[in-house]
């Protein structure tokens, strides 16, 4: 499950409520889970089943509070991977990009990508 601005944030918490469902969960320029309170992750849980939790932003939005949000999820232990699209706003070509990425992740081959990381 994927989605862009608002989208972005009705994704991630419908797919990290839902992880017998979604495996794979992004939110572009937007996004992220609850780590407390009501509605939080099981962070274990959510690292053993999710295989990839992308979140990405353009370098012209909202990048300090993209860069607290991952901070966050860092020191909670929640595995993920973070794109900045350089230069870009909330538009399309940050869309764009993110997309890229995201899906380089989900059509990789797993036995030949041992030890690498992101695109």
Not at 5 to 17: D, F, N, V
Not at 92 to 110: I, M, P
Request: proline share 2%.
């Amino acid at each position: 499950i994927a989605g862009l601005s608002m989208g972005a944030g009705q994704a991630t918490q419908i797919g990290a409520a839902n992880l017998d469902k979604f495996a794979y969960i992004a939110g572009f320029s937007g996004g992220g889970i609850r780590l407390e309170g009501d509605g939080a992750i099981d962070v274990n849980a959510f690292n053993r089943q999710v295989k990839v939790f992308y979140l990405s932003m353009g370098t012209k939005e909202s990048i300090d509070r993209f860069r607290q949000t991952c901070e966050s999820l860092k020191k909670a232990g929640v595995k993920f991977v973070s794109y900045e699209a350089p230069g870009t706003a909330h538009e399309f070509q940050t869309w764009r990009k993110s997309l890229y990425g995201y899906a380089q992740l989900l059509f990789k081959d797993d036995s030949s990508a041992a030890g690498s990381s992101r695109p």
